[in-house]
């Protein structure tokens, strides 16, 4: 009887070590880097379109997304009429927890925008449902993952598009959706909508033109 308690208690301790070795997987709190990445521009739309992105800061411990909003601004004269499809942010995630319990790690994403002033702004917001300790996703690495992509009406192919993130409109929750993890390095991206080569190889937007 005395060998079988300590057969229990063993298996309890090694339950116990492998929750304590898998929940160090992310990091409370860590910090995060923004970058606006992949911009391409179609023709026969006339939609400029770029990927948001995050990743770990150079040096920082992987991470994970509680609730967050994600603020940017842009020049509204070049570009406007934002919309967002988020994609490994998303309440389409799937996360598989203990025993191969699979559960949706976050509720809703919203997306807003508003051109009254100069620069335009929008945020995107996602809203965490639960995570299970040591079983979260998506986590966040050294290596950049799209969060979504954020497609423009093009107003002006010959204007700069401005897009920057704004720190204080950015808040990202840690994982057990408490503020915050730290902000890193947030780029910007400049460039003008006529300066992209479509993926046709063909420079379609002249200074005159105009969505099909």
Not at 95 to 106: A, E, I, L, Q, W
Not at 138 to 166: E, H, K, Y
Not at 187 to 204: D, E, M, Y
Request: glycine share 8%; with cysteine; net charge negative.
């Amino acid at each position: 009887m005395i060998l079988n308690y300590k057969k229990m208690f063993f298996a309890i301790g090694c339950f116990m070590a492998m929750a304590v070795s898998v929940a160090a997987q992310v990091t409370n709190p860590s910090s995060f880097d923004l970058q606006f990445a992949n911009p391409n521009v179609s023709c026969t739309s006339g939609l400029f379109c770029v990927d948001v992105q995050v990743k770990a800061s150079g040096g920082a411990p992987n991470l994970a997304f509680g609730s967050h909003t994600i603020g940017f601004s842009y020049n509204a004269a070049a570009i406007n009429e934002p919309v967002y499809t988020a994609s490994s942010f998303n309440p389409s995630v799937i996360c598989t927890g203990p025993g191969g319990f699979m559960y949706n790690p976050y509720l809703s994403t919203n997306f807003s925008y508003s051109e009254i002033g100069i620069p335009a702004l929008a945020n995107l917001t996602t809203n965490l449902n639960f995570f299970i300790p040591g079983f979260e996703c998506p986590i966040i690495t050294q290596t950049w993952t799209t969060m979504g992509q954020v497609c423009f009406t093009i107003a002006d192919p010959t204007a700069p598009v401005d897009l920057s993130f704004d720190a204080s409109l950015t808040i990202a929750n840690l994982s057990t959706n408490t503020p915050a993890h730290t902000e890193g390095t947030f780029s910007t991206l400049l460039i003008t909508p006529q300066s992209i080569t479509p993926s046709a190889g063909i420079r379609c937007l002249g200074a005159t033109f105009t969505k099909n």
